[in-house]
Structure formats: structure tokens, C-alpha cells
């Protein structure tokens, strides 16, 4: 079993009624109702900007296998302490999903090292159009050579991350921008996949391939417990 | 000084006056042509197909620091003799520039590992756009953030290469495609780097961008002679 | 259930006493015993170079989803079509482990393009620590933060081998050297697994930690049939 | 020219006699030494933790191309915002050279995303080999295969980091360690180049072939002024 958390800054859908409308439990709703139908070993819950402590408190992380992040206009509310909290996680194994405008979290920043949240941006319903670049990886099985999304906001290149570990999908916009959209990194033990759509104008998290690269990436994320613990720190020789 | 030999399969600027008129010095002509005007310490010499032993003799590749290679549809005519010098230089620290249709090459092919002849593509005068995604990379210096050529042949993704050691540019296409069109590779001492543009029926190497990425691309694949020799074979401890 | 071939050269146990002695049945049938016994969802069957084809015939190959390669000193007896066709399998997503001395296998050396048969050698009888450098990859599942083998061949540095897509190990003897022995790469839809230990002479495939390892590396180098096929060759635009 | 800023963290020289014996101008005062006698075109600073604003003012970032860092027990003592500023100059293109225990620096984690301080360590004056496993890369230009440090404090694998970009370097250690000791990172336009030795106990940084891989290194990390700005933010379609 695979225990997930979806996380979601839930400003949006109580903000504005046409995103409330395409989503009336949240985006973490939407994401959540997914998983629990996807057939997978999956137990998930949801958590938001304004639960106490973000949602995201000791208790929860630690029965968090996989955390999935979707955030835009106010990552700066998010409190230091649980952006280190979370961090602490990944370190020791948590997985994490960054979607979309999570680029500029705090957190995927932190993790990037770089100003993760440069890129370039447009609001106008470009087509975009992902294709996958590694079709072998556990990420895009049974997803085929492209997803096709009528409408969506534009990422542009040069985005500021550090060269991915694994590069899955890249993006074509109908205005002329590509985009590196699946992006696999590895921190300490915990993995990382951002993974571009998702604005919360249009009706992305109930395409069935957006759900399937998400659910496949819940699992490849995924690390089980360690079990055989790795010494750090001074040590005497390992010869004697 | 860099010595550099363009290598050219000949074909169409001979058999196609329109291509005859794009090229009237053939591929190979146009491209030593801006190398030699580029104000780098650059000794520029060409070879073709129809040379003997393609012109590229245990002599020639002696003298060649780089070997640029543009060919299309006479790949098979390359004797494996040829190709076979050709990848013992690179291991032993010859740069290769890899342009457009030679990633079905036989020396491309056998440095890869990989069926990289393997592409989507189409001749159908797309607009491209390459975007850098690497900026402070040498290769992309001086270019800026994107080149549009107006009207260049489609490649499309999935490229069956290996993973890039690094990645510089990525295309976009007016017909919905998108393609990894600046790759880096080393194979032991040698580094190669793969440029997607320059079909034979559009004056892109008259681009000044593309000839700047060419340029660089020169500086950086050139490995300087091994100062310091390894050892390969059996060897006494070293601690003796 | 993962189709397990196990190939063998088979010569040092035929023509030396004392490697018979350790190997009764083979270095494959010491391999395919412990695999048989995992556990997993294994079908195992053995190749070697006295069979007709190398025991790699078409049909095999159809029902192998995994190859395991030790080979030594005949490297040159595997005909070139047999090679070829093992080639295609991997690029179609056949998994490869290349066991050992395999490195300087024609199997091997076509996918890496590189003269990976180039490294430092000597039998001497150094002790060897294997340390690994991806505590959560899932190669390195259960086996803990170190392997030593009292005593094995020495391989070291520089191995003439392009950048791992993804080191897992790295070898420390007592003789001085250090070698990157847990090495992952991709080829099309193929993955491969080179592990350095295993020579001859010692009873490295008795270790149960270098069990644990190759366990894991067929699972990890496993890849599922194509469910979605990717287009090749002329297409229209994605757009119509 | 490159200009280099080197700074130290100057607690052990000033607080040790014996470590001051062995470097009488401090650690940063030997490093600035080699670099100004290198015959290179580098023009050279000093700064240390007892400057005020750690020698690390705007003023003189704005001036420094290279920046070489030492520290060890007194990482705390930086404030943050030191380190947001030298952070800020790294992404738009100052290169970071980390030597030795800066992989626990503030600087160097923050630009990791990972918990680099973790690794093994023993000050045991164990023997180290640092043995090139990138033969052609320009860090390991004149520097040979190897490098025999007589004595120096052992680390040892696992360490924290993420996969380097390039991997150059691999020491070997007497006692049984091995570890990653010449790694190469981009973050945004910055190069960082992570180089293991220097205890302060040891003559390291008077041997000659450390000397060479870190005026290799200043060049390597150097990245000139961006000559094209590249744009961030909101953007209209490039095809209008």
C-alpha cells in the first residue's frame, strides 16, 4: 500500500466561482477522487493552506509515502517550518509530485537549488501538446507517444532547474514555446517528479492520460522503508 | 588551432539543380566557407563521397581535430572500413559534429548504441523554433534564447537515442512536433554533438545562428592531444 | 513471471579442474540455481557458446525478457549475427546484465560505442569492497551499504565506458584501485546492468549479497511490452 | 582574466599552531598563492570569516568570477544572508569551487537540496588515491591518472548528494573507503565544482596536481557575462 497526501493551496476554487465550478471539491479533490479509483493500492488523503499547520504536521508526514503539491498565488504563506518539515521527508525517502505552478513552491525551490521558479508564461489557451521522450520509463506506461490538451496556460523555456535526472515529457505550445514538462530528480533517498499541467482553469486533472502519468508516478516515487540503514558519520575502518 | 575536415555525401547538390542553386559549393562548400570566415583559429579542409576512401584516410583524420558530417541518402555507400577509422579517432579524442539526416549515419549509429535513425519527419516546410535550454552552455554562446528558421523538415519525437550526456537545444514545429536537436555526447576521449538542422532543400547554413552554434560546437568538442597517457592492460598494484 | 536466459561461455569450466570444482555446473548453473530459488516470479533456463546459435536463436530471444552475459575469453566466437540479433531484442526492450568480463563482449561494446574492453586488470587476489552510491535505488534493495569479497579479480579505472545513465556502485581493492562496478544504461527501450564481479576463480556467485544484487537488477532492467506503440518514419502533423 | 575571490573559513590556522605551521597565510593564503603563480590570467582576492560581511559584500561578488571556498567548524557562523547574497550570484553566473568540509557549508547544501553533510569520515591519515575516471575532461588536463596524497582525512560513501552533473574524480582510501571527490553541478548559470581534499592538517594543497585541478577548475567553472538576456515572466506568442 502506498499512503499519499494530496496537498493543495485550495485558494482559487474558494476564490473564484468558475474555478470552483470546474472544480467543486478543489483541486486536491479532484486529484484525490482519481487515485482512490485508480484499481492501485493506494490509501490517500488531502490536506490544505488552511488546515492547522498546512495539514502537512510530523503525524501526518510520517504516514506519507508519496506527497503530491499543487500550489500558485500564495506559496509565500506556507511556513518555513513545514516547507523544512516536508524537506526533511523527501530526504529520508518521501516521495513528492510538484504539479504545475509548484515550481515556485518553496519547497521545490528549495530542492532544486536553483530559482526553480524562472520560466516564461502566458494566460491564453494555447493547445499544448506533451510527447514522451523515454517511452520505456514506468512514468509513461500506458500513456502513449503524446497528450493532447485542447487548452492549457503556456510554460515557456528557459526554465531555471537544474538538468533533470530523468527527462520524461517535453511540451509544444501552440504559440511557439517548448517546455520541459516531466522531470525526475533524486534527493538523498526521496524522489521527485514535477510534472507541468494542471492550471486550475481548465479541466487538465480529468484527462485519463494526466491521471495516468500522475498514477504511475505515485508509484515510481515511491520508496519502500530502508532496510539495511547506512551509517554516516565518523566510523572507524571498515577493514578491521 | 583546430583542424577541421567537413565531410559531405555530395549527392543532392549534384543530382538536384535546385539544391545545385541552394548550394552551388555543395553543403560542405557553404560550411567551410563560414568556419574559414569566422575569425576563429580554424584550418578548414572538406571531403565527399566521391573522394576516395571517402577522403577521409588514416592521413586526413590524423590531421582533423573535428569532423563535421552531413549526409542523407547514400549512408550505405560509407565502407565500414571508413566508418570504423572514423570511431577509433573519436575514441582516441576526435570531435564529431553530427548534422540533420546523419543521425542515421553508420558512424552516428554505431557511437550510439541505439537504432538512431529511428524518428518521426516530414517535408512539409514547418516552421522550426530551437530553444536554448541550457544558456551559459559554451555551445549556445552568443546565439540568444531561440532560432527560427521559417521553413526546415519536421523530425519529430520519440528519437531513439540514448539519454544525452547534455541537452542544448530543443525544437519546436509549426505542425505540432517537438524534437531534442542539440545533444551531447563523449564516447571515451571524443565528444559528439548532434544539430538537428539543415535539410538539404532550405538555406539554414546561411543562418548566421546556426552557423554561430556550429562555431561553438567546434570549440567545444575539441579535445586537446592527451598529455598524460593512461594505462589500460594489466598492471602491478599501485601501491608498490 | 520475468523469462530469465542465463549465457555462458562455458569454457573455463570445461577445460580447468579447479573452476569446475567451484562451478560444477557453470557459472550459469550457479546463477540460474540461486535465481530458481529466489522467491520471485522467475523462469530460468542457460545458453552457452557450445550451443547451435549460442543457444540465442529467434525463438529464445522471443521468449527471453531478461539476458544475463558472462563471457571471458571467446568473445570472438560469438558470430556476429547472433550478436546482431541479441542487439535488436535489447533495442526492443530485451533487459541485458553484463556480467564481469562481459564488459569486453561484442554484445556490450556495440551498445556502449565505445572500446569498453579498456580498463586495468590484475589477478592477484585483492580484496574488493563494493560500496554503493544510491542507497535507494532499487538494485541496491536489501543488500546494505557494502559487499566484501575476500578476494577477486582487480578492475580498475579508467574504464572506457560513456557517463552511466546511473551508478549504483563503486568498487574500492586492496591493491590501490577503484572501479565504477554498478552501472546502468538505456538503450531504445532496453536497459542494461553491467556488474563488475564474478571472475572465474572465486566464489562470487555463492556471495548471497551479489545474489541479492542480480535478483534485483532483473527485476529493474525488466521492461513490460510495448502497450501503446510509437510511430516511426513519415507522418502527418499531429495537428490534422 | 578571472577574477577569483578565495575564502576561508581561518579558525584552524589561527587557533593551531601546528596548523598554522603548515599554513603559515592561511589555507586561503596558500590557494591564493598557486593561483597567482600559475601563469594564468587570474587576478586574485582573499576574504575569511573575520572580515566583516565575511569579506563577501556586494561590491565584491560584483567583482568576483570564481569563488573558492574552504570552511569547517564554523559553517554556522555565516550569516544567511551572506549566503542568500553568494547564492543570488551564483545562479546569474559566479562560479563556487567547494573544497574539502564546504560540503557541509550553508552555500553548498543550499545549492544541493540534500543533506550533503552527510557522509563517513576518520582522521586516521589514511592514504588516499583520487583516480580520473574522465580522462578528457578539462578539470583532469596535466594532472595524469592519479593523484597519491600520502595522508589525508578519510571520507567515505554514502554521500548526500545528488548525482553529479560530471563526475571526474574517485578517491580511494587505505582504510576501505571510497568516495566521490571531484563532482560538477550547474545551477542556473553557475558552475560549482565540489573537490575533496584539503584537510587542514595536511600539506594537500602544496601538492601539485591538487594545485592543477584547481586552476583547471577555476577555468572550467568560469562563465562568462551573459552577452543575450534571456526573458522571464509573462510572454507574448514568439510567432506574433
Not at 510530523?58 to 513545514?82: K, Q
Not at 503556456?154 to 532547474?161: K, L, N, P, S, V
Request: proline share 5%; aromatic share 12%; net charge negative.
Amino acid at each position: 500500500m502506498i499512503r499519499i497526501t494530496v496537498w493543495n493551496e485550495f485558494a482559487h476554487e474558494q476564490e473564484d466561482p468558475d474555478i470552483r465550478k470546474l472544480y467543486p471539491e478543489g483541486i486536491h479533490g479532484a486529484i484525490a477522487d482519481f487515485l482512490k479509483k485508480s484499481g492501485e493500492d493506494f490509501k490517500v488523503r488531502t490536506a490544505t493552506l488552511y488546515d492547522e499547520e498546512c495539514g502537512l504536521t510530523e503525524e501526518v508526514l510520517n504516514e506519507t509515502d508519496v506527497l503530491i503539491w499543487w500550489g500558485h498565488m500564495r506559496h509565500y504563506l506556507v511556513p518555513d517550518e513545514v516547507v523544512n518539515r516536508v524537506f526533511e521527508h523527501i530526504q529520508n525517502g518521501m516521495g513528492l509530485i510538484a504539479l504545475h505552478s509548484a515550481h515556485q513552491s518553496k519547497i521545490f525551490e528549495k530542492l532544486m537549488g536553483t530559482i526553480s521558479g524562472d520560466l516564461k508564461w502566458r494566460e491564453t489557451g494555447d493547445k499544448e501538446i506533451l510527447w514522451c521522450v523515454d517511452p520505456s520509463h514506468p512514468i509513461a506506461r500506458g500513456v502513449g507517444e503524446h497528450i493532447i490538451l485542447e487548452q492549457e496556460e503556456t510554460y515557456g523555456e528557459h526554465f531555471r532547474i537544474p538538468t533533470p535526472d530523468e527527462l520524461v515529457f517535453i511540451s509544444w505550445f501552440s504559440g511557439g514555446e517548448v517546455f520541459r514538462s516531466g522531470c525526475v530528480y533524486k534527493r538523498s533517498r526521496g524522489k521527485i517528479f514535477y510534472f507541468r499541467p494542471g492550471h486550475e482553469s481548465y479541466p487538465t486533472y480529468y484527462n485519463k492520460q494526466v491521471q495516468q502519468v500522475i498514477i504511475n508516478a505515485v508509484k515510481y516515487v515511491y520508496t519502500p522503508a530502508e532496510e539495511v540503514p547506512y551509517g554516516y558519520g565518523m566510523v572507524e575502518s571498515v577493514l578491521k
